[in-house]
Structure formats: structure tokens, C-alpha cells
């Protein structure tokens, strides 16, 4: 069966530092995989998606990057982290058919 | 792009029906999800509707109405477990399922 694991759980990090959020999916091949964000009481904010190895896509222009260096692997960057970085990251995984399958979330605080 | 219409908030009582509703609209249409999020928790799949009319899956059922844009997720025999964000997401069709989520609508079931 497929799973979908993204860590850490939960950061505190101060203004303009580094961030660094990992999802790696297992049981499947070349999942479309994406990366949500969810402000505190707003709804998911899609923030990037990818079709395959090093095909990174842009919805909004932010202070955040992604990367994905393996199949099953995607990670998302900061260089820099703003206060309004704060918020509810969520990884997800499909198969381009139909449901998006969620990790389990990564709470970012930015101080 | 999309736009996509749901009530903020609703409340409703224990043992009771509610429906939410969502109005979108989007560049071509694939079909709509319904997800349930509760706090602190990333969302989870409740439907997927493609053709016209109501589908059941136990205490909840959902509508579509492709011509009018509109899908409501009925919930019957409430529960207290049922507190939750309730998120209406069309996918439209961009040529990659790319899941646009409205804001939601956080019911609060009380006894």
C-alpha cells in the first residue's frame, strides 16, 4: 500500500533563517506530489506541484522554492524564512486521476 | 482560473442534517471533491463527483450540478466527531490535476 511521510512534524524558526520541509511517498511510481500551504483559519494555499524528476511548478511567487531530486522525493526551501512563512505545510501525492492523498502536515512558526 | 463559493461557517446540533454548499467556477471541469480537515489535521477524502446528481456513502452524500456549477455535501445524523472544515475543490481541467481547494466551511456540531 502506499504511504506518504513528510517531517519535521513541527518547527519554530526565527526570521531569515533556513527552511527545509522533506515528503518522500512509498508504494507507487512517478506520483504527481505537491505542496500546500494553510495560513492560520485560511484555506489550502497550493504553493507548488510536480509531474516527475526535477519538474518543479510555481503557483504563486513567494519566498519558498521546491525541489525534487528523486521520484518519490519532494522537498520545499526557504533561504531566508519571513514572518508570514508561518503557517500549515501539507505534502501530497495522486496519481493524476482523481484523489490527493495528504501527509501528515508540518506546523512552521516563524519568530 | 477558478473561483470557488462556500459559507465561512455553519453550526448545527447533534442528530441533525446539514448541507453545505459550493458554487464554483472553472475552465473546464473534470469533477468536484469534497474533503473533511479537521483542527490540526490534514484533509481527508470524502467524495469525488463527476456526473449529475446525488451519491451516497453513508451518513454523507454528495450533489453536483454541472450545468449550474454548484455541489452541496449533505450530512446527516450529526456527531459530535463531525466538527470539522468541510473543503469543496473543482478540478478543472488545466491538462494536470492540479487541486484548487475553496476556503471551507467549519461546522461546529454542538449536543
Known amino acids: 500500500s502506499q504511504t506518504i511521510h513528510q517531517w519535521p512534524a513541527t518547527l519554530v524558526q526565527p526570521v531569515g533563517s533556513p527552511l527545509s520541509l522533506e515528503c518522500t511517498v512509498e508504494g507507487t511510481s512517478n506520483p504527481n506530489l505537491y505542496w500546500y500551504r494553510q495560513a492560520a483559519g485560511r484555506g489550502l494555499q497550493l504553493l507548488f506541484y510536480s509531474v516527475g524528476i526535477g519538474q518543479i511548478s510555481s503557483e504563486v511567487p513567494q519566498n519558498l522554492s521546491a525541489s525534487r531530486p528523486q521520484d518519490r522525493q519532494f522537498i520545499l526551501s526557504s533561504k531566508k524564512l519571513l514572518l508570514s512563512d508561518s503557517g500549515f505545510y501539507l505534502c501530497a501525492w495522486s496519481t493524476g486521476s482523481g484523489e490527493l492523498f495528504f501527509g501528515e502536515g508540518s506546523r512552521l512558526t516563524v519568530l | 482560473g477558478q473561483n470557488i463559493d462556500q459559507p465561512t461557517e455553519m453550526t448545527a446540533t447533534e442528530g441533525a442534517i446539514v448541507q453545505i454548499n459550493c458554487t464554483y467556477q472553472?475552465?473546464?471541469?473534470?469533477?468536484l471533491f469534497w474533503y473533511q480537515q479537521h483542527a490540526g489535521e490534514a484533509p481527508t477524502f470524502l467524495s469525488y463527483?463527476?456526473?449529475?446528481g446525488l451519491e451516497e456513502k453513508g451518513r454523507f452524500s454528495s450533489f453536483l450540478s454541472r450545468s449550474k456549477g454548484y455541489s452541496y455535501l449533505l450530512l446527516k445524523e450529526l456527531q459530535m466527531k463531525d466538527s470539522a472544515s468541510y473543503l469543496c475543490?473543482?478540478?478543472?481541467?488545466?491538462?494536470?490535476?492540479?487541486?484548487?481547494f475553496g476556503t471551507g466551511t467549519r461546522l461546529l456540531v454542538s449536543p
Open positions: 475543490a473543482p478540478w478543472g481541467n488545466t491538462g494536470f490535476q492540479k487541486l484548487v
Open positions: 472553472t475552465s473546464g471541469f473534470n469533477g
Open positions: 463527483n463527476v456526473l449529475d
